[in-house]
């Protein structure tokens, strides 16, 4: 059986990239898979959460899911936090993991920067909670954007050392990451070689999904670019990130391949380009955030939909976590 699981975390604003790269497409394959989708609050401390804003930014996340035409009812939506069973293969696998596996993920070395000693050990141990999130409900799909791709090489390092360790084959599937669309890595509008982040300090660099349509136009018109004009083809835009970013954006939005956005506008300027796309991202996303603040106006609306959600959650998750604790050795389970 196929089943995707994938996760948000809600540490502030959802930007075009946490669109792009992931809601999207999880819209778009919920009519062939079995989905779960997480707002994972677990990951989100982390670094430092207030705890206000982590719950304001918790229900912004799930409305977003909702909006954007996640089907809560068919699908699973919840906070992983409500689902303990996360927290307790976490631990398992903290004992599985090698340090050596997780001294070479990326994502720490940036997050962490140069104050490393200062790190938070959860920040450290963050891919085996992620493993534990995909692996508790033996999910064999995971839609994310580019960026998770190491994590989820790391989950199924896990789940093989797993099934060698305990002698237990094909116990838990190889999860495989599903990587789709052209806009797997949406990069900062002022800086093409740094991707689309809630934590870049400049608000110039992202699209957040709560941006009216004048801070759209702003921004894309204020978008980084160079003094040349538009490529005629894909291979004039080797060298120019920036450029490509905006195009891939274009064509992500527009549903259309990147070689016809290329063709579209050849040799243009940027001007009328960036009009387009701004008036083209504010179409795509003014009706989702409409529905978002729709549904913001009714938190009791959205903490009903992740209680369910966890509850079916929970249910997926009890008998396979009975099956790992014993084939731990765990008594008494
Ligand atoms: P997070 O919260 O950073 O991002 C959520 C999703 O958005 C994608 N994404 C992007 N895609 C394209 N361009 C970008 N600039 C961009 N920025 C973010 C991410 O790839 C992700 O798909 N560790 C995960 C959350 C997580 C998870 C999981 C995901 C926890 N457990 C289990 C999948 C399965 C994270 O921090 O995503």
């Known amino acids: 059986?196929?089943?995707i699981f994938s996760g948000i975390q809600p540490t502030g604003n959802l930007h075009l990239g946490n669109y792009l790269g992931a809601v999207r497409n999880w819209v778009k394959l919920q009519d062939d898979f079995e989905c779960i989708f997480c707002v994972v609050d677990m990951h989100a401390i982390t670094q430092w959460q207030d705890p206000a804003a982590l719950t304001a930014s918790t229900r912004e996340v799930a409305a977003a899911m909702i909006a954007s035409g996640v089907d809560a009812k068919k699908h699973i939506i919840f906070n992983q936090s409500q689902v303990a069973a996360h927290a307790e293969l976490a631990w398992i696998f903290n004992c599985v993991a090698r340090l050596g596996w997780l001294n070479r993920m990326t994502q720490f070395k940036d997050k962490a920067g140069k104050n490393r000693e200062n790190a938070s050990v959860g920040l450290y141990a963050y891919p085996n909670l992620m493993a534990a999130d995909i692996l508790l409900y033996r999910a064999t799909h995971v839609p994310v954007g580019e960026d998770q791709k190491q994590h989820l090489e790391l989950a199924r390092d896990i789940a093989a050392k797993f099934n060698h360790d305990f002698g237990v084959e094909d116990f838990f599937p190889q999860?495989?990451?599903?990587?789709l669309g052209t806009a797997t890595r949406v990069m900062s509008l002022k800086d093409g070689t740094k991707k689309m982040s809630k934590s870049d300090p400049s608000a110039l660099s992202r699209i957040n999904m709560t941006d009216d349509a004048d801070a759209i136009a702003k921004k894309i018109r204020e978008a980084k670019t160079d003094p040349e004009a538009l490529p005629e083809d894909a291979k004039?835009?080797?060298g120019r990130p920036e450029v490509a970013n905006l195009l891939g954006i274009?064509?992500?939005l527009s549903d259309t391949s990147l070689?016809?956005?290329i063709?579209?506008?050849?040799g243009q300027g940027f001007g009328a380009f960036k009009k387009d796309l701004a008036d083209l991202a504010v179409a795509k996303l003014g009706p989702i955030q409409d529905e978002m603040r729709r549904l913001m106006d009714d938190t009791a609306h959205i903490d009903a939909v992740l209680k369910d959600g966890a509850q079916r959650a929970r249910s997926i998750a009890a008998p396979i976590m009975t099956e790992i604790k014993q084939t731990v050795g765990f008594l008494n389970v």
């Open 175 to 179: 999860p495989e990451p599903l990587i």
């Open 236 to 238: 004039a835009m080797e």
């Open 1 to 3: 059986m196929s089943r």
């Open 250 to 252: 274009y064509a992500a």
């Open 259 to 261: 070689d016809d956005v």
């Open 263 to 266: 063709a579209q506008f050849a």
